[in-house]
């Protein structure tokens, strides 16, 4: 059964101390895992869940809100509603059985009485709390139907004339199995152990602000007169210490990880005159934009220098990423060096294979292709063009990084949605370059653009391109949205497109949305993605049946991540050359696919998904020269964030744009994605309303590394630990 509280001196009678977690960190072995792990006690292992290992990890915990326990409040002047501490004697208690038991204690504190009532509580508690024992007691006061009374209030049995709490009490993040008593023990002891000495030269720091150990010591206990208003709000100075802190940290480790690169060395990589670039150029059937000029200038230059490039390339939907990474293929096939392009889907990667080979193979170009779903005897042939050079283009999905693939000379790897691949995955990678020391050149690519202060923290040690033009020709994109009530007027509205011989998109959500994940992980291991149990996909084929029995003499095609290979090509194809006029599909379509025919995309239940998701999916259609159409279908309640992506959606078709509106809602965390492993680097800072803060912070950044560098380390180490590695790649 459960305990009645934390606060409870009886729950946490039987807990040792609070352990030093560098005690268990010290007793790990080189697989990472504890010698004694099963002696472990719940909190501890809980603790570690939570990436508490070092007295600094604890020092650095800080609470989430804080309870004023301080102050007795008398039960005659306390109001209804509120969450107040009083102090008084038990009359009596006894254990009621009203549907279920329920331990009921009666206090009195010599100006009124209140009810303590407990759902969930031990025998030992009632023998505990018997007729005068002093208790203090926390919560929230109400009317009940026996009088006033708190339902499992926090409990502390004490002597009358104890002393109260003379700062205010943390409450802080916690987990299943880490009770708040024991994790404020841990935090208060590792606050005292842990290292806090000054690092930042003071005439580096911004002016009035307390020091390292003074902020932490004043933001885990507060005195009782501090602003509620300014703890919350971040404001306070020791949270401005924190925070400038924090992102020092982040822009030292990031430039640090740029300057160690610059002492790599990468194959030089330059085209001859009249060469495949030039060539290519005369080959496509359009110009290249001012845009897309000026990016290849960028990744040129990048590329004829003797030091590893690490560049993205970012671009609004349908801004032409594709053909700018193929003249950069083309620069280092020209310079005798293989290029390896990975995309996180089969059919973005397909899209990109088919294009390359049109493109390329007219030139003499062989392109090889690598994904997990091949058949053993193609994939061996494809392998062994790979590793004797004879493909000077390989283009796949996560199986081009497996261990049997080996490249003859690996001078430049093209990573196109980089946010969907993890730290691992893009270091394996750019480990495939065996020869001479060298490193390949790194291009990354991404059709979700980064605000600005968000490239300044998280990406600071990238160079950064920007195609911020789109090809013309482009018609814009309007957008409605729609309650899913109108689902008819929208069938309608498609009965009219197709017939007039245009094509149509409806996106439906899956119930597990990790299709792609999960394929990904499959090629990795080597497993047959068909053989997963299944997806819930009784909504997209639901849709396919309904839009079918609606559009009797038109093709309705069908298309989710788990159809065979073979069958997925299929619809694509028959798709693109107007076979079919429709195609109900999941997120497969989110990028790459490209039907200039294509001028109205459905999207139902828009509302589960994110908005740069929603912005993907839109930019399905207008790629050709019809008036083109997005209607976002969404069913009742929508949350805030929900109704905030859809305005957004209805509001704008500008990437960028989209993207700053999809950062103040998610955050920088989760906006950055698998960049980051999952798991926001900035706990403190605020990239909008801390926009100074980091600004500050790249200047000192480069002082302490130039003038302090051993400073500078310690400081990195402080704070990030083993996460500076997720900033590195």
């Known amino acids: 059964m459960a305990i009645a509280h934390p606060f409870d001196d009886h729950s946490v009678a039987h807990e040792a101390a609070a352990p030093s977690p560098s005690s268990s960190a010290r007793g790990q072995n080189g697989t990472g895992k504890s010698a004694a792990a099963d002696k472990r006690s719940p909190p501890q292992k809980a603790m570690e869940r939570l990436g508490l290992t070092r007295d600094i990890d604890l020092a650095l915990h800080l609470p989430l809100r804080y309870e004023d326990e301080t102050r007795l409040t008398l039960l005659r002047e306390a109001r209804d509603g509120e969450t107040v501490q009083v102090e008084g004697v038990v ?40 007729a005068g024992v002093r208790l203090r007691v926390r919560g929230e006061l109400r009317n009940g139907f026996f009088g006033r009374e708190m339902v499992h209030p926090q409990v502390r049995i004490v002597q009358e004339g104890a002393p109260l709490a003379q700062a205010l009490t943390p409450v802080y993040p916690t987990t299943a199995g880490l009770p708040q008593a024991y994790l404020r023990k841990a935090v208060a002891a590792g606050l005292a152990r842990a290292p806090l000495d000054e690092l930042i030269p003071p005439t580096l720091l911004l002016p009035r602000l307390p020091t390292l150990r003074e902020s932490l010591h004043f933001l885990h206990h507060p005195s009782p007169d501090t602003s509620l ?155 062994a063009a790979v590793a004797s050079g004879e493909a000077q283009l390989v283009v796949g999905t996560h199986a081009v990084i497996q261990d049997q693939v080996e490249f003859a000379k690996l001078g430049l790897a093209l990573i196109d949605e980089q946010h969907r691949f993890g730290v ?39 160079e950064v391109s920007t195609i911020d033009e789109l090809p013309p020709g482009r018609t814009p994109i309007v957008t409605r949205v729609f309650a899913d009530s109108r689902r008819e007027d929208v069938i309608e509205r498609i009965r009219d497109e197709v017939a007039k011989g245009s094509q149509v998109y409806w996106v439906c959500p899956l119930i597990d949305e990790t299709e792609d994940s999960d394929q990904a992980a499959d090629e990795v291991a080597g497993r047959d993605s068909n053989k997963r149990p299944p997806l819930d996909l009784s909504n ?31 619809v694509m194809a028959r798709f693109s050359s107007g076979e079919l006029s429709v195609l109900v599909a999941t997120t497969v379509i989110e990028v790459g696919v ?136």
């Open 91 to 130: 009359h009596d208690n006894r254990i009621e059985a009203r549907g279920r038991r329920q331990l009921i204690v009666r206090l009195h504190d010599g100006s009124g009485e209140v009810l303590l009532r407990f759902l969930n509580f031990y025998g030992s508690q009632q023998k505990s709390w018997g």
């Open 229 to 383: 208003v300014a703890l919350e709000d971040h404001s306070h100075p020791a949270w401005q210490r924190l925070k400038f802190e924090e992102l020092l940290a982040q822009q030292v480790s990031q430039m640090q990880a740029r300057a160690e690169r610059a002492h790599l060395k990468a194959p030089v990589l330059q085209a001859h005159a009249q060469g495949l670039p030039e060539r290519l150029l005369a080959v496509l059937p359009f110009q290249l934009t001012g845009a897309q000029q000026r990016v290849c200038a960028e990744i040129a230059a990048d590329l004829a220098r003797p030091v590893p490039m690490h560049r993205l390339l970012q671009g609004d939907v349908g801004s032409g990423k594709t053909v700018v990474a193929a003249l950069a293929a083309a620069v280092a096939m020209d310079a005798g060096w293989q290029c390896a392009l990975m995309a996180p889907t089969e059919i973005l990667a397909e899209q990109h294979f088919r294009k390359l080979v049109d493109w390329l193979a007219p030139l003499g170009i062989k392109v090889a292709w690598l994904t997990g779903s091949l058949k053993a005897k193609v994939k061996r042939e494809q392998l």
């Open 424 to 462: 691992a995955q893009r270091l394996q990678l750019r480990s495939k370059l065996q020869s001479r020391d060298l490193e390949p050149h790194l291009l990354m690519m991404s059709a979700t653009p980064i605000p600005r202060t968000l490239a300044m923290t998280y990406l600071a040690d990238l």
């Open 540 to 570: 997209v084929t639901q849709t396919h049946q309904e839009l079918s029995e609606a559009l009797p003499g038109f093709g309705v095609g069908l298309l989710h991540g788990r159809l065979p290979t073979a069958e997925k090509a299929d």
């Open 594 to 729: 490209d039907v200039p025919n294509a001028s109205l995309m459905v999207i139902e239940h828009a509302e589960r998904f994110g908005l740069s998701q929603l912005h993907q999916l839109r930019g399905r259609v207008g790629r050709g020269a019809v008036a083109s159409v997005c209607v976002l279908l969404y069913a009742s309640p929508l949350s805030d964030s929900g109704k905030q992506r859809l305005k957004a959606m209805a509001e704008t078709t500008d990437g960028f744009e989209i993207a700053r509106r999809d950062l103040e809602i998610r955050g920088p965390g989760e906006f950055m994605g698998a960049r980051q492993s999952g798991a926001a680097l900035l706990r403190f800072a605020d990239l909008h309303e801390d926009e100074a803060l980091v600004a500050r912070a790249r200047q000192v950044a480069e002082v302490l590394l130039r003038e302090h560098p051993q400073a500078a380390m310690r400081h990195v180490g402080r704070w990030l630990g083993h996460k500076s590695e997720y900033l590195k790649a």
